[in-house]
Each structure stands twice: as structure tokens, then as C-alpha cells.
């Protein structure tokens, strides 16, 4: 099975801050990754798929790249929505693989 | 606009089962493989499997065979699960997710399923 091995587990951060959480693959799994965003009250959402693509209505201060294994998810300029949990999510090959989650907290 | 719209909670009793529903709307049912996807209370999430509609092949986490059978109503546009044998261990909010652009593009609210004596 493919890791993936979410790094940090919680990240405490201010309003405005810059921030990137990052998923590194075990294996090669490509472009094949998304960002998933969950709000306390258990909602998903997808942000980012296929490593880099915005999904629609997502706010551009989300990005997604690569660098190697390492998957990055940036948050260009922290808004008060955005603390909530974050997951990456591989489906390169299964079973597909999630990242253990990145918990951002409001400094 | 896509809705998938899931089933309410369930409580049941160890040993039994239960099988939780995906209403999916605003797309062609049979074009998007629908995963179902697991999360224990204050844990992170695990893909259980999916399905495609259009031909209804399946395809399962090792971990989950023999405890989830996914099925599909294309006249009602419905994934299932069923979850068999329940112990603690099993209680969870499970998900289901569909495509775009792209797997898990669109989510479900989620099913809390609780299984207690």
C-alpha cells in the first residue's frame, strides 16, 4: 500500500500568515493526489485535484504543487474559514491512501 | 448542481447489519465512480471502495472485504453500502463521494452508523 505521510499534524497559525502542509508518497503516484478540506461539523470538500488543479469556486489563495514525492498545499493568506482540517488524499493505485489529516488552529 | 445525499443515522445492534444510501443528483449516474469512505470518531479517513454505476464492477479495500458490499439502483440514481457482521469497531460516519472533474470531486453529508447493544 502507498503512505502517505502528512506532515505537520497540526498547525497553529494567525490571520494573514502564509502556510503550506505537505503529503509525502511512499511510492510514485504522479499528478494523482487532491487536497480535501473538513469543517468541524464533518463536511468535505475538495480543493485541489490532480495535484494542482483549483477546484471551481475554491479561493485562489489555495494552491497546490509537487516537488519530487512531496505534495504541497498552500494557503497564500490565512482567512478565519480556513482553520479547519485538511487531508491529502492518493488514488494512484489502491487502495487508496489518505494522509493522517493537519489540524490548523488560529494562533 | 451534484447533491449526493445520504442516508439518515443508524443505530445497531453488534452482529447485525446495516446498509446506508447515495442519492446522487445533477449528473449522469452511470458516467462517475462512487467511493465510500470511512471515519471513526476523531480519526482520520479510509477508502473503503468504489463503484461504477455504468457497468456496476466494484472494487474493495482488502481491509473491507467481507464487511462492505456496494451496490447501485441506476433507476434511482443510488449507491449502497452494506456493512455486515458490526462490532464496535464499525462505528463510524461513513461517506460516499463522486466524480467531475476528477475522483471525489463532489461528497455526501455522511451516515453516522453506531453500533451498540
Known amino acids: 500500500d502507498i503512505q502517505m505521510t502528512q506532515s505537520p499534524s497540526s498547525l497553529s497559525a494567525s490571520l494573514g500568515e502564509r502556510v503550506s502542509l505537505t503529503c509525502r508518497a511512499s511510492q510514485d503516484i504522479g499528478s494523482s493526489l487532491n487536497w480535501l478540506q473538513q469543517e468541524p461539523d464533518g463536511t468535505i470538500k475538495r480543493l485541489i485535484y490532480a495535484t494542482s488543479s483549483l477546484d471551481s469556486g475554491v479561493p485562489k489563495r489555495f494552491s497546490g504543487s509537487r516537488s519530487g514525492s512531496d505534495y504541497s498545499l498552500t494557503i497564500s493568506s490565512l482567512e478565519s474559514e480556513d482553520f479547519v482540517d485538511y487531508y491529502c488524499l492518493q488514488y494512484a493505485s489502491s487502495p487508496l491512501t489518505f494522509g493522517a489529516g493537519t489540524k490548523l488552529e488560529l494562533k | 448542481q451534484v447533491q449526493l445525499q445520504q442516508s439518515g443515522p443508524e443505530l445497531v445492534k453488534p452482529g447485525a447489519s446495516v446498509r446506508i444510501s447515495c442519492k446522487a443528483s445533477g449528473y449522469t449516474f452511470t458516467s462517475y465512480y462512487i467511493h465510500w469512505v470511512k471515519q471513526r470518531p476523531g480519526q482520520g479517513l479510509e477508502w473503503i471502495g468504489w463503484i461504477y454505476p455504468g457497468n456496476v464492477n466494484t472494487k474493495y479495500n482488502e481491509k473491507f472485504k467481507g464487511k462492505a458490499t456496494l451496490t447501485a439502483d441506476k433507476s434511482s440514481s443510488t449507491a449502497y453500502m452494506q456493512l455486515s457482521s458490526l462490532t464496535s469497531e464499525d462505528s463510524a460516519v461513513y461517506f460516499c463521494?463522486?466524480?467531475?472533474?476528477?475522483?471525489?470531486?463532489?461528497w455526501g453529508q455522511g451516515t453516522l452508523v453506531t453500533v451498540s447493544a
Open positions: 463521494a463522486s466524480g467531475g472533474k476528477g475522483p471525489f470531486a463532489y
